[in-house]
């Protein structure tokens, strides 16, 4: 067996999954991968390795913490955000911009002004304090922008839920310019994010036109933090993400949230159909799911698009020009998405944790330790078609 304690780790939680689910298979050359059977025949490789990293500061902590208002909060996140390097601090990253990404960005910053609560304000700045900056600009953004993620933080408590962050998409422009390739080294040299240490997660490249780099973080406060980091394909000027970029700039496509529950002397999942049950209570649509092939290793949705009609005329006829399609579909601006993925036991999130030096607080929300950590290439390619779905409001 390896000397590598992560990949000690993984050997052992793939044999316990192989024991204790008929319908996960083991692989009979690398014992750290679990083989499953998805839709259509399709079988999937799931490397059960923590990606390996040191711990990083809280930094959204020293902005967010003591925020009382909306003005507060408001003020929070542009110190934030002016503290560190973001794209658009990048030479070339700006290329693919419209004028309108900024006017987009900031009618969101002066509707919220006028329209978020302080006790609305108050509950975003608790939530995102956790995080890095990076997320946590992100995830302000997407708070004031969706009304989706919004609910889902304020009826939580209701639940008896801890809604914690699992990750975010930041949609880029085209691999023709490298965008996304300079967004991730961004991360990666500026914010501590780090590739995992196998290539298989490295990179994805998908059938539908457009390519992904995941990264991936751990904070001394036991939160994980995953980005997309994605863009269109180079050949493909018709593929939606660059439109997006275009339009709306870095903004995060969608932010990804999981709720966990403390049942039983254990820290697990909330069932995806709950959480969606509970958003539908609050009018809120739900698009189509995916992964129940995994047994619950991962299950994800999105949340029916947060729509834009304010879209300049000139900019969509532009864009429309690449297909007729782009004219509704350019409005999905910003979706939540629904994630669940499955806890480890209390034994084996301690096991967890101590590959990263943290205890485990069976307690601390932030302390949430998956079995699955990453993204499955065929479930992340059917929530992007899903959120290109024309849905009027």
């Not at 110190?79 to 693919?96: C, M, R, Y």
Request: aromatic content about 10%.
């Amino acid at each position: 067996m390896s000397s590598d304690p992560y990949s000690r780790f993984a050997v052992s939680l793939a044999s316990q999954l192989v024991e204790t689910e008929t319908s996960f298979k083991s692989d009979s050359e690398k014992s750290q991968l679990v083989h499953v059977q998805g839709n259509e025949s399709q079988i999937f490789l799931l490397d059960m390795t923590p990606f390996a990293a040191s711990p990083e500061e809280v930094t959204a902590m020293p902005f967010f913490d003591g925020v009382s208002s909306v003005s507060k909060l408001l003020s929070a996140y542009q110190h934030a955000k002016q503290s560190v390097p973001f794209e658009i601090d990048l030479p070339g990253a700006t290329h693919n911009l419209s004028g309108y990404a900024d006017d987009f960005m900031a009618a969101v910053l002066v509707k919220a002004n006028s329209a978020l609560t302080d006790k609305q304000a108050i509950l975003i700045a608790e939530w995102v304090k956790h995080l890095d900056i990076y997320c946590a600009v992100k995830s302000v953004e997407s708070f004031l922008y969706s009304h989706a993620d919004l609910k889902l933080l304020e009826i939580a408590p209701d639940y008896g839920w801890d809604v914690v962050f699992d990750h975010m998409a930041i949609r880029c422009g085209s691999q023709k310019n490298k965008d996304a390739e300079r967004v991730s080294t961004l991360l990666k040299d500026k914010h501590a994010y780090v590739s995992t240490q196998f290539s298989s997660e490295a990179y994805y490249q998908f059938p539908d036109g457009w390519n992904a780099y995941p990264v991936y973080k751990i904070l001394k406060n036991g939160q994980v933090l995953r980005i997309f980091v994605d863009q269109s394909d180079a050949d493909v000027p018709e593929q939606i993400i660059q439109h997006w970029n275009r339009v709306y700039g870095y903004t995060a496509h969608h932010l990804g949230i999981r709720a966990t529950m403390l049942k039983n002397g254990m820290r697990m999942a909330v069932p995806l159909d709950d959480v969606m049950a509970a958003l539908e209570k609050e009018g809120i649509n739900i698009l189509t799911p995916t992964g129940h092939y995994t047994k619950g290793l991962l299950l994800q949705v999105f949340t029916q698009p947060e729509k834009n009609f304010d879209i300049p005329k000139d900019l969509k006829a532009e864009i429309s020009a690449y297909g007729s399609q782009l004219e509704k579909t350019i409005e999905n601006a910003k979706l939540l998405e629904l994630v669940s993925r499955r806890e480890l036991s209390r034994k084996a999130a301690k096991e967890y944790f101590s590959l990263y030096g943290l205890n485990y607080d069976l307690n601390n929300p932030h302390h949430s330790a998956p079995i699955y950590q990453y993204f499955l290439p065929a479930q992340a390619a059917h929530v992007i078609r899903t959120s290109q779905q024309v849905v009027m409001k």
